[in-house]
């Protein structure tokens, strides 16, 4: 698709924006209206933001209140705009800001309340000319949008950027993920090479799913490191190189408020009548705090790679999953169907970990639907199976 000459003026006009906005419903008769009124280009357009626009409500709801358009990929890889405003935070701020690799441009949007100006770049001249257009709306002057690689503009500019940030393509050449930095586009450890200058004040975006230990061998072995959880969840690891970094590693856990956790944060530990199987957040998991914390002295580990512990007392939410244990035991099936049974317990979500057996298979053999009040855990123990019927803790 080319976004040129009336189209790109289409993108602004309020009828064509209407269209599109007020009718989420996609029905081939409507596309074939949209096709008729604005041309095949910008019909098939149109009827492309009507299957991403109630997706972007809840990921990026200013972009979506100021009606705002997006190409399918660039959504997809798009930060959310909680996690855009929480990051932002980190930043430094300062006059000026070069970002290696725009996107949609969330990121740029929300730094661009702490930089006077920031230089975009992007290869996809049409999705320049949208984001262009959406900052348009959102009133977002400061962000200049330049339709370049990032290593053309290093190795043209002469001018030095108070902060560099980075967000690299991590899909190879067949489009499938990975974590291998040689095919990253563009290539993070060649362009380190070529401009160390850069690393005076770098954010690197890596994938929620990069080795910690991978940025110490690969980027630096005292890169600061950021992993960012989001409603319990990690979202992405971020990676800082500055003359100050010292190998720091925290949690952002961003809910209604934003809480940074690192292994020397004292948690607020509430004692509990009941008692309480808790499931880690992904984060804590993947930042091994939980090895390095008191955490793991107030609540016994109940399996042997310590992703669920079990005890009389209480976290702050941030920190992860807690139910109430109504019942628990060892062995297989029928002793649990008695017992949900006996706690009348018809629906309940299943959860394994460390077992043998799939959730899906479990749920078929005891005949559950799904439920977010109770769940089922499934685990291995010094090689017994054991579980736990367990109700949401209501704070």
Same mark, same amino acid.
């Given at each position: 698709?080319? %976004?040129?000459?009336?189209?790109?003026?289409?993108?602004?006009?309020?009828?064509?924006?209407?269209?599109?906005?007020?009718?989420?419903?996609?029905?081939?008769?409507?596309?074939?209206?949209?096709?008729?009124?604005?041309?095949?280009?910008?019909?098939?357009?149109?009827?492309?933001?009507?299957?991403?626009?109630?997706?972007? /409500?809840?990921?990026?709801?200013?972009?979506?209140?100021?009606?705002?358009?997006?190409?399918?990929?660039?959504?997809?890889?798009?930060?959310?705009?909680?996690?855009?405003?929480?990051?932002?935070?980190? =930043?430094?701020?300062?006059?000026?800001?070069?970002?290696?690799?725009?996107?949609?441009?969330?990121?740029?949007?929300?730094?661009?309340?702490?930089?006077?100006?920031?230089?975009?770049?992007?290869?996809?001249?049409?999705?320049?000319?949208?984001?262009?257009?959406?900052?348009?709306?959102?009133?977002?002057?400061?962000?200049?949008?330049?339709?370049?690689?990032?290593?053309?503009?290093?190795?043209?500019?002469? %001018?030095? =950027?108070?902060?560099?940030? %980075?967000?690299?393509?991590?899909?190879?050449?067949?489009?499938?993920?990975?974590?291998?930095?040689?095919?990253?586009?563009?290539?993070?450890?060649?362009?380190?090479?070529?401009?160390?200058?850069?690393?005076?004040?770098? &954010?690197?975006?890596?994938?929620?799913?990069?080795?910690?230990?991978?940025?110490?061998?690969?980027?630096?072995?005292?890169?600061?490191?950021?992993? #960012?959880?989001?409603?319990?969840?990690?979202?992405?690891?971020?990676?800082?190189?500055?003359?100050?970094?010292?190998?720091?590693?925290?949690?952002?856990?961003?809910?209604?408020?934003?809480?940074? #956790?690192?292994?020397?944060?004292?948690?607020? %530990?509430?004692?509990?009548?009941?008692?309480?199987?808790?499931?880690?957040?992904?984060?804590?998991?993947?930042?091994? =705090?939980?090895?390095?914390?008191?955490?793991?002295?107030?609540?016994?580990?109940?399996?042997?790679?310590?992703?669920?512990?079990?005890?009389?007392?209480?976290?702050?939410?941030?920190?992860?999953?807690? &139910?109430?244990? /109504?019942?628990?035991?060892?062995?297989?099936?029928?002793?649990?169907?008695?017992?949900?049974?006996?706690?009348?317990?018809?629906?309940?979500?299943?959860?394994?970990?460390?077992?043998? /057996?799939?959730?899906?298979?479990?749920?078929?053999?005891?005949?559950?639907?799904?439920?977010?009040?109770?769940?089922?855990?499934?685990?291995?123990?010094?090689?017994?199976?054991?579980?736990?019927?367990?109700?949401? =803790?209501?704070?």
């Amino acid at each position: 698709m080319q %976004i040129s000459g009336e189209n790109i003026k289409l993108l602004q006009e309020t009828s064509f924006v209407k269209d599109i906005y007020i009718n989420h419903t996609h029905d081939l008769r409507a596309q074939t209206k949209l096709e008729k009124t604005y041309g095949k280009s910008m019909g098939r357009f149109a009827t492309m933001q009507r299957k991403i626009i109630p997706k972007a /409500l809840k990921k990026i709801p200013t972009w979506h209140k100021h009606q705002c358009f997006y190409l399918p990929k660039s959504y997809e890889q798009s930060t959310s705009e909680a996690v855009a405003m929480a990051k932002k935070e980190l =930043f430094k701020g300062g006059d000026n800001l070069l970002s290696l690799t725009g996107g949609l441009g969330v990121d740029d949007w929300a730094l661009s309340k702490k930089y006077k100006e920031i230089i975009s770049l992007d290869t996809n001249e049409d999705l320049n000319i949208i984001v262009r257009s959406n900052y348009d709306k959102l009133g977002t002057s400061s962000v200049n949008r330049v339709h370049s690689s990032a290593e053309d503009f290093l190795a043209s500019t002469g %001018i030095s =950027f108070d902060t560099y940030y %980075i967000d690299p393509d991590r899909r190879d050449e067949k489009g499938v993920k990975g974590l291998d930095a040689t095919v990253f586009s563009p290539n993070i450890l060649s362009i380190l090479e070529t401009h160390p200058e850069i690393k005076k004040d770098l &954010w690197i975006k890596l994938s929620p799913a990069t080795d910690l230990t991978w940025i110490r061998e690969n980027i630096h072995p005292n890169s600061d490191v950021y992993i #960012i959880d989001y409603q319990q969840e990690v979202k992405e690891v971020l990676c800082h190189l500055s003359p100050s970094q010292n190998g720091l590693l925290e949690i952002i856990s961003i809910h209604t408020e934003t809480h940074r #956790i690192n292994k020397n944060t004292e948690a607020l %530990i509430t004692p509990t009548e009941s008692e309480i199987l808790w499931e880690p957040s992904s984060s804590l998991i993947k930042s091994n =705090f939980l090895h390095s914390s008191k955490l793991g002295l107030v609540l016994k580990p109940c399996n042997e790679n310590k992703t669920l512990f079990c005890g009389a007392s209480l976290l702050p939410k941030w920190y992860g999953k807690f &139910w109430v244990i /109504l019942e628990k035991g060892k062995g297989g099936m029928k002793q649990l169907k008695k017992e949900l049974t006996k706690l009348g317990i018809l629906n309940a979500s299943v959860t394994c970990k460390t077992y043998p /057996l799939k959730p899906a298979e479990i749920m078929k053999k005891l005949k559950l639907k799904e439920s977010s009040r109770h769940q089922i855990y499934f685990t291995t123990h010094q090689g017994v199976k054991e579980w736990f019927i367990v109700e949401r =803790f209501q704070r």
